[in-house]
């Protein structure tokens, strides 16, 4: 069965430095997500992207953020200054169409010191 | 605001025991309902899903939920949950309102199985 995969499984970072989390989304899938889960706090939504670009994104998705499809298969999410409010599990997913089941890949954990 | 409410934070049951978890939602259109479950140590996976038709949906694993539309409502069920059924359940919503394509989650429920 496909599966989004995500890479890599953890990462520690220094407050400040540039961190890109990738994910291979489900090959025929057309859309992508980023969702984060801060240690004891709610799965929350951080951007959709469909044809190339943002669809849509949260409050929480700040000019610090960026996604990019480099290639034809692979999904990142750019983290350009880390925070330590930026420490959570980045979740990637995707999705065939507009309001269909999401995929979740096994998540990154980022913890920024 | 939208928003997804999972009323048990931590289930504790026994093997055999039937197992019902709640979950409302807040939005006043046309919604797509999910469940998904996390194992300890795995990623989230689709338990079940409700978009139209039978209100009443059957997932993996012998679980099922029912859409109330009149209470917002999508309870997750099982009748005789497992040891293996220890997993945090997360309820979430995709609102067809705005042309939307995020899921709001619930806060997850933790559910610890006995033998």
């Known amino acids: 069965e496909p599966e989004v995969t995500q890479t890599p499984s953890h990462q520690v970072t220094q407050m400040g430095q540039e961190v890109i989390l990738r994910c291979v989304p489900i090959?025929?899938?057309?859309?992508f997500y980023w969702y984060r889960q801060i240690l004891g706090q709610k799965v929350e939504f951080l951007v959709s992207?469909?044809?190339?670009?943002?669809?849509?994104k949260s409050e929480i998705f700040d000019d610090q953020f960026s996604v990019e499809r480099p290639d034809g298969s692979n999904f990142t999410l750019k983290i350009r200054s880390t925070k330590l409010e930026d420490s959570a599990m980045y979740f990637c997913?995707?999705?065939?169409?507009?309001?269909?089941?999401?995929?979740f890949g096994p998540g990154t954990r980022l913890l920024v010191l | 605001a939208q928003s997804v409410s999972q009323h048990n934070h931590h289930v504790i049951l026994s093997e055999a025991a039937s197992l019902e978890l709640g979950c409302n939602y807040s939005y006043g259109g046309t919604v797509n309902l999910f469940w998904y479950v996390q194992y300890p140590g795995q990623h989230l996976q689709l338990l079940l899903k409700y978009f139209s038709g039978d209100p009443l949906v059957k997932g993996i694993k012998g679980f099922e939920a029912e859409f109330i539309k009149s209470k917002f409502s999508f309870n997750l069920r099982k009748p005789s949950v497992q040891w293996s059924d220890t997993a945090e359940y997360f309820c979430?919503?995709?609102?067809?309102?705005?042309?939307?394509?995020?899921?709001?989650f619930g806060a997850g429920t933790r559910l610890a199985v006995h033998p």
């Open positions: 090959s025929n899938h057309l859309y």
């Open positions: 979430a919503v995709i609102s067809f309102s705005g042309g939307y394509n995020k899921l709001i």
């Open positions: 992207f469909y044809n190339n670009e943002i669809s849509e």
């Open positions: 997913a995707s999705s065939s169409r507009i309001q269909e089941t999401q995929y």
